[in-house]
């Protein structure tokens, strides 16, 4: 079978969605892969992953998004799941202040696992919570410049900017990606030594 003719997209991206167990990472996978949400969500014991192909711009971009488990001991088996990965969502429950203090423990993690081509978000879930809201918008704001990276807050219940997150870091990719072809093209034809036969009569060459 024709390679070009199987291949139903431009880009394949791995995600990895990173946070204390209970912010909302399956339940932000489960609404962004299938539309769909539960209350009685069972906590994911090591990974899960999901597959959906989204549009942006005129590339079709097919999306393989991780579900890491967040609790302490399990740990020792996620962390393999950062090698390869091309974006990293960092989420924390904006009902839940030690879920936003342990971002710079998982940033220290990220940062050991990958390298700084890897596209990072910061997510702010259950922002449907108003009433319970421990962490307010400034402080993710705040804490996501302090990390050089976007921020926005979600809501897998009612599936507020769910989409719109994974769009983002999408973009981002796209983007990373073509400056990098472009970066290489550069450095490619810079290494091109002319003679003087290819510049012309009269020419002379003083690589």
Not at 37 to 48: A, K
Not at 144 to 169: Q, R
Not at 180 to 201: C, F, R
Request: glycine share 6%; proline share 1%.
């Amino acid at each position: 079978m024709n390679e070009h003719k199987s291949r139903d997209y431009d880009y394949l991206y791995k995600i990895i969605l990173i946070g204390d167990s209970g912010v909302g990472k399956s339940c932000i996978l489960l609404r962004f892969s299938d539309d769909h949400f539960t209350e009685s969500y069972i906590t994911t014991i090591g990974v899960d992953f999901r597959f959906r192909t989204i549009k942006i711009g005129d590339k079709i971009v097919k999306l393989q998004i991780w579900d890491t488990a967040g609790q302490e001991r399990f740990r020792t088996i996620t962390s393999a799941y950062y090698r390869g990965a091309d974006g990293i969502i960092i989420i924390y429950d904006t009902t839940d202040r030690n879920s936003f203090l342990h971002i710079k423990e998982w940033m220290n993690e990220i940062n050991k696992y990958t390298n700084e081509e890897t596209c990072k978000l910061l997510v702010g879930n259950k922002a449907d919570c108003k009433d319970e809201m421990e962490i307010t918008t400034t402080e993710g704001e705040n804490k996501a410049k302090e990390l050089n990276i976007p921020f926005i807050e979600t809501s897998a219940k009612d599936a507020t900017n769910v989409e719109l997150a994974f769009t983002m870091i999408t973009e981002e990719l796209i983007k990373k990606k073509k400056k990098k072809n472009v970066s290489s093209l550069g450095a490619s034809q810079s290494k091109v030594k002319l003679s003087p036969q290819d510049l012309g009569p009269g020419a002379s060459c003083t690589c």
